[in-house]
């Protein structure tokens, strides 16, 4: 069955530094979103991309973060200058339609600001 | 705007016994309603989707869900519960159709424990 993939799996930082959240669309979809989940709360949404630009984004996605496809597969989130309150799993997820059929969640990455 | 409750954060039954996992919505428009299963250190991954065909819906592992309008519900069942089904499973709504957000808003989550 065909697979989101993110990586890395892991990543710690210190705090103020850049990070950049990789994630490999399943081929043929259309649709990618960007989730995160603070340890011990409900996964958030982030932001959703089109057609190569940003279709929604959250209250959450605000200046610091970015995402941008570089090169037509990989799928990427930048944040700027991490902050403590960063730190969770970020989940990327693709979807062939606007997602009635279902979206595809990688396995996630686990972001620690230090 | 749509949101979604999941009551209970922490469900815990015998092997063997039922599972039950609830899950309401608020929706002012038809929603496709979601249930995604989370194994520690994985991702999310779909168990069973309403997009408004069947209101009962099969998934994988044996869960199933009923949508009900009237109640606003879409609660998770299984007839036998099994060690491998301890998780935690979350219920998302997504608003279909027009200009509305075709993103998922997640409910809390409920983790199922499940006793030999």
């Known amino acids: 069955e065909p697979e989101v993939t993110q990586t890395p799996s892991h990543q710690v930082t210190q705090m103020g530094q850049e990070v950049i959240l990789r994630c490999v669309p399943i081929?043929?979809?259309?649709?990618f979103y960007w989730y995160r989940q603070i340890l011990g709360q409900k996964v958030e949404f982030l932001v959703s991309?089109?057609?190569?630009?940003?279709?929604?984004k959250s209250e959450i996605f605000d200046d610091q973060f970015s995402v941008e496809r570089p090169d037509g597969s990989n799928f990427t989130l930048k944040i700027r200058s991490t902050k403590l309150e960063d730190s969770a799993m970020y989940f990327c997820?693709?979807?062939?339609?606007?997602?009635?059929?279902?979206?595809?969640f990688g396995s996630g990455t686990r972001l620690t600001v230090v | 705007a749509q949101s979604v409750t999941q009551l209970g954060s922490h469900v815990s039954v015998s092997e063997g016994a039922l599972v039950l996992l609830r899950c309401n919505y608020s929706?002012?428009?038809?929603?496709?309603l979601f249930w995604y299963v989370q194994y520690p250190n994985q991702g999310l991954q779909l168990l069973l989707k309403y997009t408004s065909a069947a209101t009962l819906v099969k998934g994988i592992n044996g869960f199933e869900a009923e949508f009900k309008k009237s109640e606003t519900s879409f609660h998770l069942t299984k007839p036998s519960a099994h060690m491998s089904d301890a998780a935690e499973y979350f219920c998302a709504v997504r608003v279909s159709g027009g200009n509305a957000g075709n993103m998922l808003t997640f409910g809390g989550g409920t983790r199922l424990m499940v006793k030999p």
């Open positions: 991309f089109y057609n190569n630009e940003i279709s929604e």
């Open positions: 997820a693709t979807a062939g339609d606007r997602g009635g059929y279902g979206y595809t």
């Open positions: 929706s002012s428009v038809p929603p496709y």
């Open positions: 081929s043929n979809h259309l649709y």
